[in-house]
């Protein structure tokens, strides 16, 4: 599937934003974006792994899928241009700038489970996305729960597939100041969990923040 490149910035001004936060590395954070309203998420000192869900937010069932988006698109990697679709295969948001050129979408999440199963035991009580996400549902809504959590984006995370079809977790190909920039098509509830891992190199072993950035369109 094709893996090039597709970089584009944006003409967008950080002054004009209308939100504007940190993310701490092992942090969690979420905000409702209205349609036509654009969410920047910046890779503030490069190497970093944002992972990320999103959700219609007036039928939080219909949520991100990484089946839809990929055969929409023909490939497993995000970029400027990609649609990103909701199960029921409606549009949530577009990739419409990006200057790091390519994010994950197989690698999936942390939890103390895989953590265990991928390097030790020892690791069990280490914090990870999973336990993040179900923290910041569990903030917005009771409504939501374990089944609520699909496969997620990993914006500037790098997990090529070897011809064998297996995934590896290599360095990132994002430097500081990398962004990518996505426009929403309806009210979708926008779902980040700043990835804490130390076990891979898709944070170089050094879990950074974060920037979050909202302008109206």
């Known amino acids: 599937m094709n893996s090039s490149l597709t970089l ?3 003409k967008r001004k950080e002054q004009d934003a209308i939100l504007d936060m940190t993310v701490l590395a092992g942090d969690g954070w979420s905000h409702e974006l209205e349609p036509g309203q654009v969410l920047r998420i910046v890779d503030v ?11 219609d937010a007036e039928h939080p069932q219909d949520h991100y899928s990484a089946t839809r988006t990929i055969a929409g698109q023909g490939s497993i990697y995000l970029t400027t241009g990609s649609v990103l679709r909701a199960e029921s295969g409606k549009p949530l ?6 200057t790091c050129g390519r994010h994950d979408t197989l690698g999936g999440a942390c939890s103390a ?12 009580p280490m914090h990870n996305c999973r336990d993040t996400f179900l923290l910041e549902l569990a903030r ?9 959590l699909p496969p997620n984006i990993n914006f500037f995370m790098n997990v090529p597939v070897t011809p064998a079809g297996e995934l590896q977790f290599a ?10 920039e996505l426009e929403a098509h309806c009210r979708t509830l ?3 969990s700043n990835c804490p891992q130390l ?12 920037r979050v950035l909202v302008w109206d369109n």
Do not use: M, W
């Open 190 to 192: 926008a779902l980040i």
């Open 171 to 180: 360095d990132g190909i994002s430097g500081p100041g990398c962004y990518v």
């Open 199 to 210: 076990n891979n190199p898709c944070n170089g072993y050094n879990p950074t923040p974060i």
């Open 8 to 10: 584009r910035e944006s």
């Open 113 to 124: 489970e895989s953590n265990t199963v991928r390097y030790a035991h020892e690791t069990l």
């Open 45 to 55: 000192e490069g190497n970093q792994a944002a992972d990320t869900l999103f959700y």
């Open 140 to 148: 917005l809504s009771e409504r939501y729960t374990k089944r609520d």
């Open 93 to 98: 948001l577009t990739i419409i700038a990006d």
